[in-house]
C-alpha cells in the first residue's frame, strides 16, 4: 500500500480572515431637533467646481414661489440663496434645485459619544454653480417679479428633456453670450452717454490690435486676386490703350528678337499669297505686310505660334488636354526649338496638362495680342471662329482683359461690306479704353 503525501506545513503564520468579537456594541440614543426656525445647516455640492477654502458667502431668503412640500416646516415655506463675488472673475450662486423626487429631504446628525447620542437635524441641499462676471445669458436673468423668464424656462426644459442637438444648441448661446454694452451717465436715457466695454471685449479687442496692423487692405486683396487671374500682365497706371499691354509683357523681347518675318515679308513683295491656319492671320497679314510694319507682323507671326500651340492640344479631358511631345510639337508649330521651349515653359509651365485655367491664360494671350494687331478696336468674329467658340464665350474672353464688348454700328457694318442683321449679330468691337476696368465678381444674392 502506498501512503497519502502529508501537505508541507507552512512556515509562516496566517492570519485567520474570521473577525474577533470586540464585545456588543453600545446602545445610540436618536434624537431629532425641533425646528429652529429660518436657520438650519446647508449640504452644498458643486459639480465641475474646485471652490477655494477661503470663499465666503452671503445668503439671501424668500418665500417660497412652488409648493413642493406640505409646509410643515420653515424649510418648506422659504428659500435660500446663497451668493459670492469675492472671486475677481467668478461669481458663485447657490441655488435649491428641483430633485428628481420631491419628498426627498436631506439631514445632518452629530454623535456624542461620551453620552451615546444621535442629534440630527434637517437640512437644505444646495448646487453652487460659477458664471463669468462679464457673462450675461438669459438663463440666469430674473424679471422684476423673481421669476424666470419664458426663455429661460424654454431652455431649461430643453437641457432637460431635449435631444441631444438641441442640448448643444442652447449651451453654445451660454457658451458664446457676451454682454451688451451699455451706456453710463447720469441716466441710462442719455444721448451722450459713453459706452461700457466689458473685460471680455477688450481682450478680444487687445488681440485682435497686432494682428490688424498688418492686415491686408481691400486694395490689397484685389490687387492679389487680379494678379492671380488668367490673363497678361497690365499696365493700369497706362495713360493710353497703347500701353496697357506693352509688347515685353505679351511676347518678351528675346521672343521678339528670335521671330522671323522674313518668308512673309518676301511673299507679300512678290505679290504671294500667305496662307496659314488662322482666318485672323490670313485677313491681316497681307495689310500688315505692304506697310512694313515689322514690329506689328512679328506680333502677328506670334499670335500665329500661339494659335498653333493651341491647335496642337489634345481633346479636352478631366485632366485637361495633353500636350503633345516635344518632337510633335516641335512639328505643329515650325519654329526654332528656343520658341518652343519658352511657349511650353510659359503656357504649360514645362509640359503640364493643360488645365483650364492654362487655357484661359493662353486665349487672353492672343485677345491682347489681336489688340496690339488691330489698334485696340478687334472684331471678334475671326478669333472666333479660329478657337471654335461661340460669340458669347469670346466677349467674355476680351472683356477679361479689360475691354467693352459692342455691337457693330452702322459705320461699322457698311465698312464691313453692309452685313445683314443676322450676320451683324455674331460680329462683336471689343474697344479697349483707359482707365482698364476688369469684370466684377457677381454676387450672390442670399435667401432671405
Sequence with gaps: MTERKRKRESGKHERSSKKTATGVPPMVRISMMPDIGDWCPVIASMPGLALPRATSFMSFQRPRTSNRHNPSSSLDSSELLLNSSIHPKVDYTGREEIAADSLLKHYVGVYDPAVGELQVIEARKLVIRGTL??????????????????????????????????????ASFTENAISSSKPTGPSSGDANATPVIDSVATAVLESMAPSANTMASREDLQKDIDSNKPRPKANLSATSPEGVYPIDYLVGQEEMKALSVKEWEDAVTEGKEITSKSRYVCRRVQKIGEARDVQKLKVLRYLQLLLDFYFSLGK????????????????????????????????????QPMIKWRVDNLITHIAALALVVDGFEVDIYDLKEDLRL??????????EVGCRVLPLTDRERDRMGKLTKAEASSHKMAKLRVPVEYPKPRRVRTRR
Excluded: C, H, M, W
Design 390 to 399: 461661340e460669340t458669347k464665350e469670346a466677349a467674355l474672353y476680351f472683356q
Design 133 to 170: 462676471r462679464d457673462e450675461v445669458t438669459s438663463e440666469t436673468e430674473l424679471d422684476e417679479e423673481g421669476k424666470q423668464t419664458t426663455r429661460s424656462l424654454r431652455n431649461e426644459l430643453g437641457l432637460a428633456f431635449g435631444t441631444k442637438k438641441a442640448r448643444k444648441v442652447i
Design 316 to 351: 479636352v479631358s478631366k485632366d485637361g488636354r495633353k500636350l503633345p511631345r516635344r518632337e510633335e510639337l516641335r512639328e505643329a508649330l515650325g519654329v526654332p526649338d528656343f520658341l518652343v521651349e519658352r511657349v511650353r515653359k510659359r503656357f504649360a509651365d514645362g509640359g
